[in-house]
């Protein structure tokens, strides 16, 4: 555990809280007491246990934001919300000059229903990154689950002017016009997201929404086949397809598919937005 070498210092390795390190610094003591009281310890021992015991020092962990925040995006890729704001929280009290922990913590909190700390965190990273415009449809979700329409649509048009390709905020302000009742709006901001990002299964999914509550239920049909195409595993389009195909008449399919549907999970993203 130490070197006697060159009269170097014993140096004891603490592991997150020093308790271990005053563990051993007792134990010396103890050690040290019942030599000192044996008639046959020399004064010389006695003397290099008292310079070993004085000498001792606690090697403190050095506390890593990098580590931490690295730690902190893995967990929320396994969607570990709980432990990610944990790691995130570490970080940002080590240096919140570290935009990412602020933006990645507010992924977190919405993820838990934590809306107006999630808003607060996005504030902070928005105001030093006012030109992000991922950042900006996060904001635009948050404030549109609340309920908050015109704080809402002034970000997902902000994310827009920032970038004319962000497919996901033309998803996403379709979703809020439809949930408005507009919804010829809607259908033209799912297809403009579609043009930009053919593979967007949720804008094919909330087309088919659209369609189908505009009765239009061949084309709905087609629209969640698509989705399903991207995402074969999304169970509310499954959902959707037994609704469509009950709309169609085919009430058969419509059974096996909503009873397919029930052995699976939701494997949506977090940031996923729909109109129902």
Do not use: C
């Amino acid at each position: 555990m130490y070197q006697a070498k060159n009269n170097s210092k014993v140096k004891v390795l603490a592991g997150p809280r020093s308790g271990s390190s005053l563990l051993w610094s007792v134990v010396a003591v103890f050690v040290l007491m019942l030599l000192m009281a044996s008639a046959q310890a020399s004064s010389s021992v006695q003397q290099e246990l008292l310079s070993l015991v004085d000498d001792v020092q606690v090697i403190e962990p050095v506390e890593d934001k990098a580590s931490y925040l690295s730690h902190a995006e893995e967990l929320l890729d396994q969607q570990r919300f709980g432990q990610a704001l944990s790691y995130y929280t570490k970080v940002i009290r080590l240096d919140r000059s570290v935009d990412e922990a602020f933006l990645g913590r507010s992924i977190a909190y919405s993820a838990v229903g934590q809306m107006e700390e999630s808003i607060a965190d996005l504030n902070v990273f928005i105001l030093r990154n006012p030109k992000h415009s991922m950042a900006h449809v996060y904001r635009g979700v948050r404030y549109m689950s609340q309920g908050a329409i015109e704080y809402a649509e002034e970000n997902l048009l902000k994310a827009i002017d920032l970038n004319p390709k962000n497919a996901q905020a033309y998803d996403d302000l379709g979703v809020l016009y439809a949930q408005q009742g507009q919804l010829q709006i809607a259908m033209q901001l799912f297809g403009q997201a579609l043009r930009i990002d053919p593979y967007n299964e949720m804008a094919y999914h909330n087309l088919a929404i659209g369609y189908y509550l505009l009765e239009d239920n061949e084309r709905a049909l087609a629209s969640v086949n698509r989705a399903l195409q991207l995402m074969p595993e999304a169970r509310d389009s499954y959902i959707l397809k037994a609704q469509i195909l009950d709309a169609l008449g085919r009430n058969e399919e419509a059974s096996k598919v909503r009873h397919y549907a029930q052995y699976l999970t939701d494997t949506r993203s977090m940031e996923s937005v729909s109109i129902n």
